[in-house]
Nanobody, 114 residues
Framework: QVQLVESGGGLVQPGGSLRLSCAAS????????MSWYRQAPGKERALVAT????????SYADSVKGRFTISRDNPKRTVYLQMNSLKPEDTAVYYC???????WGQGTQVTVSS
């Protein structure tokens, strides 16, 4: 049974930082590309960042390049999203995903507000 459990969200002021975590189980994590998506109120879910199985190749949406960093720890079966210089427009529910599969966790809420 595939499980993706996101954590680390919260309320942060503009310019602040958060680190999201996603614990994965039920599939071969070490050989799976992973991604982070986000969904803001009234908007469709959008891809934020991806990381290949080895962790050596990453990609980012233009809106977060230079501010967000995706990483992974294969022995811990966990993928991370370090978010710096947060902006109000980063407010959304963040989800991790096994790239190419319709597996989703419950998401974690990130709110950027003063």
């Amino acid at each position: 049974q595939v499980q993706l459990v996101e954590s680390g969200g919260g309320l942060v002021q503009p310019g602040g930082s958060l680190r999201l975590s996603c614990a994965a189980s039920g599939f071969t994590f070490s050989s799976s590309a992973m991604s982070w998506y986000r969904q803001a109120p009234g908007k469709e879910r959008a891809l934020v960042a991806t990381i290949r199985s080895s962790g050596s190749i990453t990609s980012y949406a233009d809106s977060v390049k230079g501010r967000f960093t995706i990483s992974r720890d294969n022995p811990k079966r966990t993928v991370y999203l370090q978010m710096n210089s947060l902006k109000p427009e980063d407010t959304a529910v963040y989800y991790c995903n096994r790239l190419g599969y319709n597996y989703w966790g419950q998401g974690t809420q990130v709110t950027v507000s003063s």
